[in-house]
Nanobody
Framework: VQLQASGGGLVQAGGTLRLSCAASGFINSSPAMAWFRQAPGKEREFVAA????????YYSDSVKSRFTISRDSAKNTVYLQMNSLKPEDTAVYYC????????????????WGQGTQVTVSS
């Protein structure tokens, strides 16, 4: 199983970015997927998650109404549309996947991608 995240970059405050995470190796299954982020000197924190079929989404309070998580189940790819970005959104963003858990607890996810850097300048 591999998770390949992409789409990070440098953007000004108020701008937008779209992250993608492609999952491979899930044979005949569609895992729940999520995004976490980790800023320098801080713990990894939950951003958003989407259920196996995309019918349920979960967000942290800090990104609710600004970020949207979605998925293309046929491609086992999850997206994070990030609008109205703030400098405090600067972090390495990680995608995660799990066959049986969806939610905000990092330790419950079995698979992790390599991370993509998002930097928001003020």
């Amino acid at each position: 199983v591999q998770l390949q995240a992409s789409g990070g970059g440098l953007v000004q405050a108020g701008g937008t970015l779209r992250l993608s995470c492609a999952a491979s190796g899930f044979i005949n299954s569609s895992p729940a997927m999520a995004w976490f982020r980790q800023a320098p000197g801080k713990e990894r924190e939950f951003v958003a998650a989407v259920s196996w079929r995309g019918s349920k989404t979960y967000y942290s309070d800090s990104v609710k109404s600004r970020f949207t998580i979605s998925r293309d189940s046929a491609k086992n790819t999850v997206y994070l549309q990030m609008n109205s970005l703030k400098p405090e959104d600067t972090a390495v963003y990680y995608c995660a996947a799990d066959r049986s858990y969806v939610g905000g607890v990092a330790g419950r996810y079995e698979y992790w991608g390599q991370g993509t850097q998002v930097t928001v300048s003020s």
